[in-house]
């Protein structure tokens, strides 16, 4: 097993330049670097960006136009409960103009009071997930979902899940026992890997190391997660996860990538990336 010194900056011949980030959101990207389109790993980098309000997702899309060919989702996310943004949801959805619904899921990390694992708050995270789950299932979509301290909840829901065309698990924070038990229960399920496997996070590795390999896929979360001593995580941050994925797995930079490539494609159900509008 091989790890890498992350404070290194990309070298845009590795992977053969095929790179796929499976989470990243453009707009607090650009609030911290307006010029992060330069810096994507050449024109075979996909990706896929998440947005939460309205004027966010439409600002997302402008972005969207001067990228490589970028997936476009929209959710409710569990940090930031807000139902004045599901009517918003549900016609982009029905109108096709999202390739994924997400963030959606389960925050009971308990640094603010809202995270605080209690009936109420279990309650309030439970309906807009609820919501996005059936929506997900009513058109056919994949759901990209935030979980912190609530894998044993999202377990619960294996039989619903397993009716989605995919479920990708974006940051995966479980162990392999638990990505496994998703797995054996018939869910389509994908496990993102980014900063904390770069930081050297145990059940990052084991997980990255133990799946089969066409379940993994690859994030920056950028800008947030930052590496330690950093502000906040650029979009070629991806170039650092991906060899750490390949170190890991024992592939070659040339192997890395279409595999990864190959995996989000799959799990988003997309051949090309989603053009803008």
């Not at 935030?146 to 377990?155: E, F, G, P, S, V």
Request: proline share 7%; net charge neutral.
């Amino acid at each position: 097993m091989r790890f890498f010194d992350v404070d290194h900056g990309p070298r845009r011949g590795d992977n053969g330049g095929v790179y796929s980030d499976a989470h990243l959101h453009l707009v607090d990207l650009e609030a911290r670097d307006p010029d992060f389109a330069a810096k994507i790993p050449g024109p075979d980098w996909r990706g896929a960006a998440a947005a939460h309000d309205v004027a966010e997702f439409e600002r997302s899309e402008a972005l969207r136009k001067g990228l490589p060919p970028t997936l476009a989702g929209f959710g409710i996310h569990p940090q930031g409960l807000r139902w004045d943004t599901a009517d918003y949801l549900g016609a982009l959805a029905a109108g096709g103009r999202i390739a994924f619904i997400g963030e959606a899921g389960f925050d009971f990390f308990g640094d603010r009071p809202e995270r605080v694992r209690n009936d109420e708050n279990l309650r309030a995270q439970r309906g807009a997930f609820e919501f996005q789950l059936a929506l997900a299932e009513r058109r056919g979509l994949p759901l990209l979902v935030h979980a912190r301290k609530a894998t044993d909840i999202l377990q619960g829901y294996a039989p619903r899940l397993r009716k989605l065309p995919s479920v990708i698990f974006h940051g995966w924070p479980g162990r392999l026992v638990d990505a496994e038990s998703f797995l054996r229960k018939g869910v389509e399920a994908y496990f993102s890997l980014g900063p904390p496997l770069r930081r050297g996070g145990a059940h990052a590795i084991e997980c990255c190391a133990a799946l089969p390999a066409d379940r993994l896929l690859a994030e920056t979360d950028a800008p947030w997660q930052p590496p330690r001593g950093q502000a906040w995580t650029g979009a070629d941050a991806i170039v650092r996860v991906s060899e750490a994925i390949g170190g890991i797995r024992g592939l070659s930079p040339e192997e890395t990538g279409p595999l990864l490539r190959a995996n989000f494609f799959k799990a988003f159900g997309s051949t090309g990336g989603q053009a803008s509008d």
